[in-house]
């Protein structure tokens, strides 16, 4: 049944971890307000920082990140002096307000740092900001990047997350996105994180790329759980060559249509369940100890830029071009052009270009939306009691969702849930709440 669902479903929809969702931020919130929100932190705020890095020294044809590929070290030179003076500027307007509880630096790649530049760019964050004890530090790591002295570094900056790009292990399958690296470059790289006290590993894999099979997919599982991985995120590829030109590297011939999509997330999903792993919203796995399973199982996890998250501060502050920052008050983003971010910050200004401020409207859709990625339900009371007017207008819309008769909300009680068969196509239910997505030229990847 899910099979001929996945087949009729054609809506290419948002992947949610923002509402509203980011091609619907506009000029009227700039850096005025940024600054505002900034300065309205208070004492006990707790947030977090995401740090950008927008570098690789090889560009993987399948990504939508924003980078770019640099065979010399200049141009990250440059960067890094410009982002130490956003962290001055941005540390400076918040006047020593809020406590960081957890800082992830992404990108890009954060690991074609040089080693000392990462210490510096660590120890920059620790002096600029007041940090709680036991701050949770994670990285995105590139294997192929990786050497003894870049290990030792992360741990230096007191790393307690490694997030590993694996993606597939197939050597044609990795030939077809420009990412050719070994099973023993990521045990690697694993057993180094490891061996330096870092008390979570979590890999990155893909289905749905460019001449992947069941039984390819099947097997990088299998591989990628010998590692005994403390998370799995289990993520479709986003075909995007309309707003990533280097997709266009990629056929879209060789890619699974949306029923073999399917099929190919539910046979890891299984290989993976099966070894002892709890699900965590539509993509995510951890081991049942793991902080993000703790969460599932509390009602507390929540979904931010970086996917499915045990993190419940109210503000992320972005660091870097293209980063984006959530304040009580909406979301705001710097400029994505680096070089231009770099003429904005490093006379001790912002670059925040666009953004979006909240409605109550907003916040009750993006909590719908938040709760069904993450629980695929919610509280009708608990709508009510949280947003009033707002959320009684929800409450007409929640009892008319349906995209067919296997797709739909139902009530159990006083909530409204996503029945089991439908929750591979979690996504398209929550589109059905977005009240911007029809409003804009935005196009988006495949809902399944």
């Known amino acids: 049944m899910q ?20 091609p619907h931020f506009h000029v009227g919130v700039d850096a005025a307000d940024y600054r505002g929100w900034l300065e309205a932190l208070s004492e006990d705020d707790e947030i977090s920082l995401y740090v950008h890095i927008p570098f690789c020294d090889r560009l993987c044809w399948f990504c939508a990140c924003h980078t770019k590929q640099t065979r010399h070290y200049e141009p990250v030179t440059r960067y890094l002096g410009s982002l130490h003076a956003e962290i001055a500027t941005v540390s400076g307007l918040a006047g020593g307000k809020g406590r960081v509880r957890a800082v992830h630096l992404g990108g890009g790649s954060p690991t074609m740092l040089r080693p000392d530049d990462m210490v510096a760019l660590g120890t920059a964050l620790r002096h600029s900001f007041s940090f709680l004890p036991g701050t949770r530090i994670s990285v995105e790591i590139e294997p192929n990047d990786m050497d003894e002295a870049r290990l030792d570094a992360l741990a230096e900056i007191g790393m307690t997350r490694a997030s590993l790009g694996v993606q597939d292990l197939d050597q044609k399958v990795q030939r077809a996105i420009n990412r050719e690296q070994t099973f023993l470059q990521t045990k690697t ?11 979570s590993v979590n890999l990155d894999l893909l289905y749905g790329l460019p001449h992947q099979t069941r039984e390819i997919v099947l097997s990088t599982v299998r591989q990628a759980l010998t590692l005994e991985p403390d ?17 266009t590297m990629i056929d879209q011939a060789w890619l699974p249509g949306p029923e073999e999509r399917l099929a190919q997330s539910q046979l890891a999903a299984r290989a993976i369940l099966d070894q002892g792993y709890e699900p965590i919203g539509l993509d995510h796995f951890a ?46 983003q710097n400029m994505p052009s680096t070089a231009e971010y770099g003429r904005m910050v490093d006379d001790g ?19 719908v939306i938040e709760r069904l990625m993450c629980d695929f339900g919610f509280s009708a009371v608990d709508l009510v009691e949280r947003f009033g007017k707002a959320g009684q207008k929800l409450l007409l819309r929640s009892s008319t969702v349906a995209l067919d008769k296997s797709v739909r909300l139902e009530l159990d009680g006083d909530r409204f849930v996503v029945p089991l068969e439908s929750r591979p196509f979690v996504r398209c239910v929550a589109a059905k709440f977005d009240k911007y997505l029809k409003t804009g030229k935005a196009r988006h990847s495949v809902g399944v």
């Open 349 to 367: 200004g912002l670059a925040s270009v666009r953004g979006i401020a909240f409605s109550n409207d907003d916040r009750a859709r993006g909590w």
């Open 231 to 247: 998370r799995i995120a289990l993520f479709g590829y986003a075909h995007v060559p309309w707003f990533k030109k280097h997709q």
């Open 3 to 22: 099979s001929k669902v996945a087949a009729r479903i054609v809506e290419n929809v948002p992947r949610y971890t923002s509402y509203p969702t980011a």
């Open 189 to 199: 790289v694993v057993d180094g994180v490891r061996s330096r006290g870092v008390e």
């Open 287 to 332: 081991k049942p100890d793991d902080a993000l399973a703790l969460a599932a199982r509390a009602g507390t996890l929540r979904r931010n830029f970086q996917g499915y998250t045990e993190d419940r501060c109210e503000t992320l502050i972005g660091l870097g071009p293209s980063s984006i920052s959530q304040f009580r008050q909406g979301y705001v």
